[in-house]
């Protein structure tokens, strides 16, 4: 198989690429990365061959000789080659932007804040509990979603962009997973509420989902 995909089931990074793989129908191979046991796996000199910055997702392409980090460029690459699937990126430049904005929203701008190593330093330096993790998590989680909330308002149909799937689903999904896993109270966004519930109806989105991956705990 020419494609591995080096992941984490609760990574949204991970999931988001996922998705994009099972969207895109693209055959793949699973290998976990571990990142909390025996103090992560990402951590190993093993894994930081082929991604230094020790993160996940972390894409193989044998046929193309490729690896390549950072899950949007990932997922616009996978688009880009394959036109199996709906295309997540639109032709039109503008519209593109907008979905582009709109995903870099979510991706870079709220995710990055409330990831593992991010906590692990709260917990560390911070002497963070559980519950003050979460809190900071749930904070920048319903910051950037009073935004998102009020963008979806101009462009929501079925899905982000009206009834296309385009990358700004793909990016939201896994973060709706993660604020509910924070505690959340996603009745305050209706919008995004909707948008991912109909994302979840999806085959390709129930099979990316971080319950239904071999290394889920």
Known sequence: ???????????????RVRIALHLKDIPFEHQSVHLVRDGGEQHLRSY????PSALVPTLVDEDEDIILNQSLAIIEYLDEKYDTGPALLPEHKLQRA???ALAYD???DIQPLANLRVLQ???REFDADAEGKAVWARY???KGFTG????LQTTAGKYCFGFDLTLVDVCLVPQVYNA?????DMADYPLIQRIAENCNKLEAFSRAAPENQPDAQ
Do not use: T
């Open 1 to 15: 198989m020419s494609i591995r995909l080096y992941g984490y089931w609760r990574s949204s990074a991970s999931y």
């Open 180 to 184: 509910l896993r924070f505690g959340v």
């Open 48 to 51: 930081q061959g082929l991604n």
């Open 140 to 142: 920048w989680i319903e």
């Open 98 to 100: 907008r979905v582009r």
């Open 121 to 123: 330093y709260l917990e």
């Open 148 to 151: 998102i909330e009020k963008r």
């Open 106 to 108: 979510v991706a870079a």
